[in-house]
């Protein structure tokens, strides 16, 4: 049996038919004629040495070989696609396409978006919220900000950004009637479970560990997502466990304070992620550059902290 490969365009009329068991469909997707598609059928047929559709009155229907071939057709069509579009997005140096996490698209990326626009009126650049992880080839991404622990990811080029920390955070006025650690004991405590997958989980509860007060803290309102949690302090509902990346330009202009100066230092903290050997591509470069001078702007807010590894912290 010779294993010679079809033509690429009967293969292509396969893959058409099949996604629409119409050849008139599939035609009309081709921009062929349906006797131009049949033929092509036909030709893959006969090299295959084996129908891979039954013929009904006004439909079809795939055989057990075409069955069997279908599958790998279309994931090798969607390959074929991907690495194209992969190819064409790597000599647009004009579109940026980023993808991160609600949070920290809302709270780091929108509030500082005008400066690197400013900065870079050449590069157009888009975002992608969204906690899953996108597929850099699949899903056109050219840049992915990451959260958890340090680790290697085969095929990417990994920047870790700046120690992540928590530490409480609330509005001026909600910082004078709760002057002290141990008054937050009257204090609304807000929660942020976005980072409740941690280990050792770096919550209320270990914040008091660290500074040794005897607080319930089972109380409060919470939220899945953490610029939730943020708002909610910014709003004065009460006082956040806020965490560096999502506050700190917040604290650094006074729409927020962290009065007490402790705070628990993570395992875990973002990281700048791109395909390997693209991280100097000019666009690239540029959003990593800006990016890490935006972070050393506020670094005089960690600098004013006393940071507590969180594997120091006493176990409950």
């Not at 921009?31 to 009904?56: D, M």
């Not at 579009?85 to 920290?104: E, K, Y």
């Not at 899953?132 to 340090?150: P, S, W």
Request: proline share 6%.
């Amino acid at each position: 049996m010779p294993d010679r490969l079809p033509p690429l365009t009967a293969l292509r009329a396969f893959d058409a038919a099949q996604r629409h068991m119409s050849f008139a469909k599939a035609a009309e997707e081709l921009h062929v004629t349906p006797a131009a598609l049949s033929y092509q059928i036909k030709s893959l047929e006969e090299h295959l040495g084996a129908a891979l559709f039954h013929r009904l009155n006004r439909a079809v229907a795939l055989t057990e070989m075409g069955e069997t071939l279908a599958p790998g057709i279309q994931e090798g069509f969607q390959a074929l696609s991907a690495a194209w579009r992969s190819a064409q997005r790597q000599m647009d140096d004009a579109t940026l396409m980023v993808t991160a996490g609600p949070a920290f698209t809302a709270k780091w990326f929108a509030p500082r978006f005008y400066e690197f626009a400013r900065a870079h009126p050449d590069i157009d650049l888009r975002f992608s919220a969204t906690l899953r992880n996108l597929d850099f080839n699949r899903d056109e991404v050219d840049v992915a900000i990451r959260f958890g622990t340090d680790k290697e990811e085969p095929g990417l080029w990994s920047f870790p950004m700046a120690r992540e920390w928590v530490t409480p955070v609330m509005t001026p006025d909600m910082a004078e009637r709760f002057p002290t650690p141990e008054s937050l004991r009257d204090a609304t405590l807000i929660h942020d479970e976005s980072i409740d997958f941690l280990r050792p989980r770096a919550d209320w509860a270990a914040w008091c560990r660290l500074m040794d007060l005897n607080i319930d803290t089972s109380h409060g309102p919470r939220f899945t997502g953490a610029d939730h949690s943020i708002d909610a302090a910014l709003a004065g509902a009460g006082i956040a466990l806020g965490r560096r990346a999502l506050v700190v330009k917040d604290i650094h202009e006074g729409r927020l304070v962290a009065p007490y100066r402790h705070a628990i230092w993570l395992q875990a903290r973002f990281r700048f992620l791109c395909r390997e050997g693209t991280q100097d591509r000019p666009h690239i470069a540029a959003l990593h550059k800006w990016m890490m001078e935006e972070i050393e702007k506020t670094a005089e807010v960690t600098d004013a902290l006393t940071l507590t590894p969180i594997e120091e912290i006493p176990a409950a």
